[in-house]
């Protein structure tokens, strides 16, 4: 990409930072080419980031040139500033997984860099594809935009539960084998996966191409609440009594199209591979569809207080009664492996009498008969889980008490 195509790219995923809770501060640095990289302005809000607020650098200048020159592999950096994050690097010696993606996508432990000097950056990023800096934050490193994004907001979910999990008894951390497994079966199944740019359109109704098209508008839409994050997340809908459409495994959603969507039989699995690869979760869908019959839609978010609940292995009590009286309570499953016989059988178990589930040191998924009823309750309990962990109140306050 020549400089205008990267400054684009920057100020178009700058957005990608908004949340409902966290604002996040620092700087985004971009390869060019092998000679420059643009970096934009230290301390500046992130979503606000705009094309006047970067800078062009030589390869040669800078703590970033010499990452960027040392590692080729590396496109893109970001730091990112959160309160939650300053907090905890001050004193911690690393960031162990209690969540599975941040084994999966990030490393099975995350390292501490005093300074921000390229020798301890590069050191605390070896076998890992993000750090945290002593006392000021998030550092993620990626090829490419979405990913690097992606880290930032695992990590930064990561920490919010160390830093709210003892409000609910505390976290579970995976063991290390756990992290080590999880980490090379994520290499091994988001390796690219569904990376050719087009898949040829298949002769669908114009009904299906509605619901096609539906399942799009509410990706993003929960991307922009922040229930979904760059390709995490999925939802599926349930077609007829034999098919259901599910969004593709590792796609952007901004970048969907009616085509990317897999249709999958229900009850064998099978899905024409002429598609693109379905989610990784597409068995858990078909099994919740099998055994729920007036379930016709599930979301599967990654957000951010439903996640400290997800580390912690617990649910929680909806007080309302009319809410309870249509949901149930928000119950967690047992912690079981994910992709093991058992795995599957734990989250049904626990969705035969409440609409949600915690999935044990994964994040929420939520059924219902229609997709908006689906998204309507994702995002009223998420609101409902930051408020109970506290989200709304400044941390350095309960820290300096």
């Not at 971009?30 to 006047?52: F, Q």
């Not at 988001?190 to 298949?202: A, C, R, T």
């Not at 993003?220 to 599910?246: A, T, Y």
Request: net charge negative.
């Amino acid at each position: 990409m020549n400089e205008l195509q990267v400054r684009e790219l920057i100020v178009k995923y700058a957005s990608d930072f908004t949340d409902r809770y966290t604002k996040a501060y620092g700087s985004i640095i971009a390869r060019v080419d092998n000679g420059t990289y643009l970096m934009s302005r230290p301390g500046l809000v992130l979503d606000t980031i705009k094309d006047s607020d970067l800078q062009l650098y030589d390869m040669s200048s800078g703590d970033a040139g010499k990452i960027l020159s040392t590692r080729r592999d590396i496109n893109v950096m970001i730091f990112a500033c959160t309160e939650p994050s300053a907090i905890f690097s001050k004193d911690a010696d690393m960031l162990r997984p209690a969540l599975y993606d941040l084994a999966g996508i990030v490393g099975t432990d995350i390292k501490i860099a005093e300074d921000t000097t390229a020798k301890s950056l590069l050191a605390a990023l070896k076998d890992r594809a993000g750090c945290l800096v002593r006392g000021k934050g998030i550092f993620s490193t990626s090829s490419n935009m979405k990913d690097a994004i992606s880290i930032v907001k695992i990590i930064e979910k990561s920490i919010e539960a160390e830093m709210y999990g003892d409000k609910i008894g505390g976290i579970k951390h995976l063991s290390a084998e756990e992290a080590l497994r999880t980490r090379q079966m994520h290499n091994h199944l988001y390796s690219n996966v569904n990376s050719e740019k087009h898949v040829d359109f298949v002769n669908i109704s114009t009904d299906e191409l509605d619901v096609r098209n539906n399942m799009i508008d509410y990706a993003n839409k929960l991307k922009d609440k922040g229930l979904f994050h760059g390709s995490w997340g999925n939802l599926s809908v349930r077609l007829n009594d034999r098919e259901m459409l599910i969004t593709p495994s590792a796609m952007e959603y901004n970048k969907l199209r009616a085509e990317d969507i897999v249709k999958v039989d229900i009850n064998t699995l099978a899905f024409d591979h002429i598609q693109r690869v379905p989610s990784s979760e597409f068995d858990l869908h078909a099994a919740i569809y099998r055994e729920h019959p007036d379930w016709n839609a599930i979301i599967r978010t990654h957000s951010h207080g439903l996640s400290v609940f997800a580390a912690a292995q617990v649910g929680f009590k909806i007080t309302d009664p009319a809410l309870h009286q249509l949901l149930g309570d928000v119950s967690a499953s047992e912690h079981v492996e994910p992709h093991t016989p058992d795995f599957i059988e734990s989250i049904l178990k626990e969705l035969r009498h409440n609409n949600i589930c915690v999935i044990a040191n994964r994040g929420p998924i939520f059924c219902a008969t229609s997709l908006e009823n689906a998204a309507v309750m994702a995002d009223a309990i998420e609101d409902t889980a930051c408020n109970m962990l506290g989200y709304n109140e400044p941390l350095l306050r309960a820290e300096e008490e």
